[in-house]
C-alpha cells in the first residue's frame, strides 16, 4: 500500500513536535450510523498495543471510544487471539466468536533520535479485512495526543464523521472555601488530563471562549476592580486588553473568523445591549436598541447570524438576527427562562440553559427554534459548550459545594463527569488541534 504524508499533521510537527505517515487503506464495508435515533454501540476489541508504551496508547484510544458512547470495548479477558505481531492479519474466526464487529492493533517503539512511534490498523472483523492503518511519531510531551488522534481517526472511519478526541477545553478551576474561591484560568484535555494553568489566581477570572485559531483565548477578569476583556495566547502567555467595559453583562465570544468579539453591555440608558467589536481598530458597532436586556449573544458557525436572550417579551427567550442587527426574530416559545444559547459547529442546532419548574436543563433545538428538546436536568446546570464535531456537549453542574464539568451527547442517554483536581466551571471547548 502507498504511504503519504498527512498535510494538517505535518503542520502539527512543526509547531507540537509531530508528523504521520499514512497508509491509504481499502474501502471501508464496516460503519455505524450515528444518525439513527436508538445508535447501539459497536463491539470494539483493543488488545494492548506491542512496546513499552504500547498498554498507554490504547488504553486512552479505549476511554476515548468508550466515553463516546458509540462503542462498547470488549474486556480483554475474553480475548481467544494473543496478538503478537500486529501486523499480521487476524484470525478473523477467533474474533467473531466474541462479538468483535471491529479490532484495532498497533505497536508504539522508540526511534533513533527519541521520538516515539505508534501505529495502528484498524480490522472489519465480519467483511474479512483491513480498512484502515496509521502511523505516527511524536515526541514524548505528545504521546497522550498519539492516542487521541489514532481515537479520533477510528471514529471517523468508523462514524463517517470527525472525531472531537483530540482537542482541548479551557475553563474556571474553583478552590478554597465557598465564600473565598480562588478562581484560575485553566486548560486540559478533552478527557480531564494534562492541566495546565493560565492564571495564577490573584483576580477573579470568568468566561473564557477559544478563538477560532485555537491558540487564543478571550475571557473576563477582575483584577482592576471593573470588568476588563482580555486576549491570551495560550502557548506563549501573552496576553492583550481588549478594553474596559463597565456595563458588561455577558462574556465576548469571537466571530468564525477571528476578526470580532460580541458582546452584551449595559450602557448609561440602563439597557442591556449587543454590540460588536473589530479586534483590529477596537471600534464597537451596536446591534440591538431594545428597552430590554439583550444578553448571551453567540455567532453562527457562518458568522451570518447572532443568536442571543432577551426579556423584550416579557421573560427571556431565544432570539436570532442578522450579523448586522437585522431581522431580529424570537424562534423558542416554551414555558420557563432561556440563557448562554450557542449554535452548534454544524449549523444545525442551538444549545441552551432553561430554568422551568425548579430545575435547570441542558437542551437543544434547531435553528428555527423547532424540535426542542431535553438533554439533561438538574439543580444549578448551566453554560453550554459544543465539542468540535457537533455530537456532544460540555456544561458545569453545581454539586456536593461546587461545581464541575459534565458532558452529554445528543441523545442525552450519555452523560459522563469529567475529573478536575478541583471544582469547575465555565467550559469552552476548542476546535480540533491541528
Avoid: C
Avoid at 124 to 153: L, T
Amino acid at each position: 500500500m502507498k504511504s503519504i504524508l498527512k498535510p494538517l499533521l505535518m503542520v502539527a510537527a512543526m509547531a507540537m513536535g509531530m508528523n504521520a505517515v499514512v497508509t491509504l487503506p481499502a474501502r471501508a464495508t464496516l460503519e455505524l450510523n450515528v444518525n439513527k435515533g436508538n445508535v447501539e454501540p459497536m463491539p470494539i476489541a483493543i488488545p494492548d498495543f506491542q512496546g513499552g508504551l504500547g498498554a498507554q496508547i490504547s488504553e486512552i484510544v479505549t476511554a476515548d471510544l468508550k466515553r463516546s458512547g458509540l462503542f462498547a470495548p470488549i474486556d480483554k479477558n475474553a480475548f481467544i487471539e494473543k496478538i503478537a505481531n500486529p501486523d499480521a492479519q487476524p484470525r478473523f474466526d477467533d474474533w467473531k466468536v466474541i462479538n468483535a464487529q471491529a479490532l484495532v492493533t498497533g505497536s508504539v517503539s522508540k526511534e533513533a533520535d527519541g521520538r516515539i512511534r505508534a501505529q495502528y490498523r484498524l480490522w472489519d472483523i465480519f467483511g474479512n479485512q483491513q480498512i484502515a492503518g496509521e502511523q505516527f511519531f511524536a515526541n514524548d510531551a505528545n504521546q497522550r495526543r498519539v492516542a487521541h488522534i489514532i481515537a479520533d481517526a477510528i471514529y471517523e472511519k468508523l462514524t463517517g464523521e470527525k472525531g472531537y478526541f483530540d482537542t482541548r477545553v479551557v475553563f474556571i478551576d474553583e478552590s478554597g472555601a465557598k465564600n473565598a474561591r480562588k478562581k484560575r484560568l485553566a486548560i486540559m484535555d478533552q478527557d480531564g488530563a494534562n492541566v495546565r494553568y493560565l492564571s495564577d489566581g490573584r483576580s477573579i477570572v470568568l468566561t473564557p471562549r477559544f478563538s477560532p485559531n485555537r491558540q487564543e483565548i478571550t475571557y473576563m477578569s477582575y483584577e482592576s476592580g471593573q470588568p476588563r476583556v482580555y486576549l491570551l495566547q495560550i502557548e506563549t502567555g501573552q496576553r492583550e486588553l481588549v478594553g474596559n467595559f463597565p456595563g458588561m453583562t455577558f462574556a465576548p465570544r469571537f466571530s468564525p473568523d477571528g476578526q470580532k468579539v460580541i458582546m452584551s453591555l449595559l450602557r448609561d440608558d440602563g439597557n442591556s445591549n449587543i454590540f460588536a467589536m473589530d479586534l483590529r481598530s477596537r471600534s464597537t458597532t451596536r446591534l440591538t436598541n431594545s428597552t430590554a436586556i439583550d444578553t448571551s449573544p453567540s455567532y453562527s458557525p457562518d458568522g451570518s447570524k447572532v443568536v442571543f436572550t432577551s426579556d423584550r417579551g416579557g421573560r427571556a427567550q431565544i432570539y436570532v438576527m442578522g450579523a448586522d442587527g437585522s431581522g431580529q426574530t424570537r424562534i423558542s416559545f416554551g414555558d420557563g427562562v432561556y440563557s448562554t444559547p450557542v449554535g452548534a459547529p454544524r449549523g444545525d442546532l442551538v444549545a441552551f440553559t432553561k430554568q422551568t419548574g425548579g430545575e435547570f436543563q441542558i437542551g437543544v433545538m434547531k435553528t428555527d427554534g423547532s424540535g426542542e428538546r431535553i438533554l439533561s436536568s438538574g439543580f444549578q446546570q448551566e453554560g453550554p459548550t459544543w465539542a468540535p464535531n457537533g455530537r456532544v456537549l460540555m456544561f458545569f453542574r453545581d454539586s456536593a459545594g461546587g461545581p464541575k464539568l459534565v458532558s452529554v451527547d445528543l441523545t442525552g442517554r450519555n452523560e459522563q463527569s469529567i475529573p478536575t483536581a478541583n471544582f469547575a466551571s465555565d467550559p469552552a471547548w476548542s476546535p480540533l488541534l491541528e
